[in-house]
């Protein structure tokens, strides 16, 4: 495809559920972000990977929440136990380079725990 | 950490209207980027601008890196420019650090 894509674009879950939320960047980005956005508010990072390498996981909010990309293409943000103030919109962002220049994001999961 | 702050807050202008939004960044980066977040919430990418000048149709941006700010003008301004606009900038460790945003509202 010609940009960052995520999967789903809307999820709803109930406090103590696990969700997992899907990015497929741009085909040949090397490096991928995960950031959170809060209504009201600019995107806060979460966790960068290098290819398959997870280079850092410094913004996770709390060991709820999991990040991987296996064969250094599509990534998954996986969120366990589900607490409401984990609702937000979770944005993927990729990169062509190393060093994340110029960084095209997705259009977003926005994620509702009840 | 970094911090980035951008002015206004909001702003509402008259269609044709022109406009100059403002990001001051707290230490020197690597990179700038400016990014339009539409109704339904799609950043787009306006500028990857870590420091000089570049136009782009009815809007241009500039970076001072020196002084640590940047801004972006906006001239002849339509409704479909309305949404939030935010710089974003990088200073360590690829990440981007965000500005809280400046709303605009373009009125017909």
């Known amino acids: 495809g010609a940009g960052v894509s995520q999967s789903p674009r809307y999820k709803v879950a109930k406090r103590g559920q696990d969700v997992a939320l899907r990015c497929d960047p741009i085909s040949g980005h090397v490096s991928l972000f995960w950031y959170q956005q809060a209504l009201g508010q600019g995107p806060e990072f979460l966790t960068y990977?290098?290819?398959?390498?997870?280079?850092?996981k410094s913004g996770l909010p709390s060991d709820r929440f999991f990040a991987e990309r296996p064969e250094g293409s599509v990534s998954t943000l996986k969120i366990q136990r589900t607490q409401q103030e984990d609702s937000a919109v979770y944005l993927c962002a990729s990169s062509l380079d190393v060093w994340g220049v110029e960084q095209y994001f997705g259009p977003g999961t926005r994620l509702t725990v009840t | 950490g970094i911090q980035v702050e951008q002015s206004p807050p909001d702003l509402i202008l008259q269609e044709g209207a022109n406009s100059t939004l403002r990001c001051n960044f707290s230490d020197s980066v690597n990179n700038l980027q400016w990014f339009h977040q539409n109704p339904w919430g799609q950043l787009i990418n306006l500028f990857y601008i870590p420091s000089g000048t570049k136009q782009n149709g009815r809007l241009s941006a500039t970076t001072v890196a020196t002084e640590r700010y940047s801004l972006l003008y906006i001239s002849s301004s339509q409704t479909t420019d309305s949404g939030v606009y935010f710089c974003?900038?990088?200073?360590?460790?690829?990440?981007?650090?965000f500005g809280e945003g400046t709303q605009l509202t373009v009125n017909p």
């Open positions: 990977f290098q290819n398959e390498a997870q280079l850092d």
């Open positions: 974003a900038v990088e200073a360590s460790g690829s990440r981007l650090t």
